[in-house]
C-alpha cells in the first residue's frame, strides 16, 4: 500500500466515522450507493436550473418554465446513485513516501476532518479495478459508469444552446419522445453533469462510481476481496485496536495509523494482522 506507489490508478479511498465503518461497511463486508440528494455539494443535492427551449405556441408563463425545468431536473437524476472515493495524486508515483506521504489519498488532513469525524475515523483503502469487478458482479455494467471527477468553475451563466444545464424541447411531441430528448441530452452531457465539481472540491481528487438506477433505494454492494488496507485516524481510541485488526485479518488487509506532525502526515505501526493476529478472527467466532 505505501511503496513504492506504482500507480495513481490503483487506489481509491473512502473516509467514514469509526462507528460506520465498524458496525456496517466492516460488520457486512458492503459499500452503500446513496442518492444524489445525500451528497454535500449543492450542485448535486439540488435541483438543477434548467433551461429549455420550447414551441413557441405553447405560451408557458413564469410558473409553467419553473415547474419544466424541475420537472427535467427530476428526469434526469431520478433513481442515480453514487459512492464517492479519493485518489492518490499523481506526484505520489514512485515515490517512498513512508514519513511524509503528502500526496497519498489517505493524507488529506480536510477529508479527516469533514468525513472521518475530525479524524475520529478510518480511511479505508480499495484495489481500484478489484471494486470496480464487485460493483459489477451486483450491477447492471450498462447502467454503471466510473470515473475521474474533473474540477471547472465554468457554467456559471446557461447558454441558450449546448450546454449541459441547457435543453431543446421544441421537437417534444408527446411523454415518449420527452424521455428520448432527455435520455439524449443526459448521453452527451454525461461528464459534465455527473462528473464535474467546481474548483473548490479539488482537493478530494474524487474518483466515483454513479449508477442508473429503477428505483429510489440505496443499494449495498459486497467490495469482496478489494479491501486493501485499513489507516486509522489520530483521534480513534485503542479500545477499536483489537475490532479493526480483526476486520483486517477477515479480509486480509493491511493496517496503519496517521498521525500529524507539524500539520504533516505521518503513518506509524504499519502492519500486516492477517499473518500476525489470525487468532483475532477465530476468538471472534467464538464469543
Known sequence: ????????????????????????????GTLRLNSFSKVNDPRESKSWTMTTTVRSDL????EDWD???????????????????????????????????IDRGFAKPSMWHHYANGHNGVCLVFDK????????????????????????DDGGINQISNAPFSINLTNSQ?????????QNHLNLWMPSLFFTKLKDWSNEE???????????????????????????????SEVYNENL????????ADIAHLQWDNGFPKLLK????????????????QT
Not at 405560451?59 to 413564469?62: E, P
Request: net charge positive; proline share 3%; aromatic share 10%.
Open 270 to 285: 504499519l502492519g500486516n494482522p492477517y499473518i500476525t493476529h489470525k487468532h483475532l478472527l477465530e476468538d471472534s467466532k
Open 174 to 182: 408527446s411523454k415518449q419522445h420527452f424521455i428520448k430528448i432527455l
Open 1 to 28: 500500500m505505501v511503496n513504492p506507489l506504482q500507480s495513481s490508478e490503483k487506489y481509491v479511498y473512502h473516509y467514514t466515522k469509526i462507528d460506520t465503518a465498524l458496525k456496517h461497511i466492516l460488520k457486512t
Open 67 to 101: 415547474a419544466l425545468s424541475k420537472s427535467v431536473s427530476d428526469v434526469l437524476k431520478q433513481n442515480v446513485k453514487l459512492i464517492c472515493f479519493c485518489k492518490d495524486r499523481v506526484s505520489a508515483v514512485n515515490q517512498w513516501q513512508i514519513r511524509d506521504p
Open 59 to 62: 405560451n408557458l408563463k413564469l
Open 206 to 236: 474524487e474518483y466515483r462510481w454513479v449508477y442508473f438506477d429503477e428505483n429510489e433505494h440505496p443499494i449495498c454492494i459486497d467490495f469482496g476481496d478489494s479491501l486493501e488496507a485499513i489507516v486509522v485516524g489520530e483521534s480513534v
Open 245 to 252: 485488526l480483526t476486520y483486517c485479518v477477515k479480509y486480509q
Open 129 to 152: 479495478d478489484k471494486l470496480d469487478i464487485s460493483f459489477k458482479k451486483k450491477l447492471d455494467e450498462k447502467r454503471l459508469i466510473s470515473n475521474t471527477v474533473k474540477y471547472s
